[in-house]
C-alpha cells in the first residue's frame, strides 16, 4: 500500500497522513498499520506519542478476539522489545547518560535470541543503527 511505500521512501508524515485516511475492516491490515505507524514514530523520535501508541496497541492486541493466540504472542514480543528499544533510544536521543552501550549490546543479543516476533530485523536494523554511532567503551 501507499502508506508502506512512503515508509520506505523515508516520508514519515505521508505516513501518518495516509493511515489516517484508512478505514480498516481487516484485522491484518489493522495489525500492520499500527506496526508501521510505531515505525514512524520510532523513526521521528516522538517518543511521548510512541509510548502512548505502546500501550493501546498492546491493549488492542490482547482484548481482541479476531487474533489468533499465536499472533496475539508475535504481536506482544514485539511490543515488549520495541518499547524496550524506544526507552534505549530516548535516552540516546536525549543524551541523559543513562544508558550504556553495554546495556544496548545486551538488548541486542536478547533481541537476537529471540526471533518469535513480527518486524525482527527492523527491529534489529534500528539497534545496530544506535551502535553504530557509539564504540563499544564509551558511555552515553
Known amino acids: 500500500n501507499r502508506a508502506t511505500l512512503f515508509f520506505a521512501r523515508g516520508e514519515y508524515k505521508k505516513v501518518r497522513k495516509e493511515l489516517r485516511e484508512v478505514d480498516f475492516s481487516d484485522i491484518v491490515y489493522q495489525l500492520g498499520a499500527n506496526v508501521l505507524l510505531i515505525k514512524v514514530y520510532v523513526e521521528l523520535g516522538e517518543f511521548d506519542v510512541l509510548f502512548s501508541l505502546l500501550d493501546n496497541f498492546s491493549a488492542f492486541v490482547r482484548r481482541n478476539k479476531a487474533i489468533p493466540s499465536y499472533q496475539k504472542k508475535l504481536y506482544a514480543t ?10 534505549i533510544k530516548a535516552q540516546v536521543v536525549v543524551s541523559t547518560g543513562l544508558v550504556k552501550v553495554s546495556q544496548i549490546h545486551q538488548f541486542r543479543k536478547r533481541l537476537h535470541l529471540q526471533k518469535q516476533m513480527v518486524q ?21
Open 78 to 87: 514485539w511490543i515488549t522489545f520495541a518499547r524496550k528499544f524506544a526507552r
Open 120 to 140: 525482527h530485523d527492523w527491529l534489529a536494523e534500528q539497534v545496530d543503527r544506535v551502535l553504530e554511532r557509539y564504540p563499544r567503551s564509551t558511555s552515553l
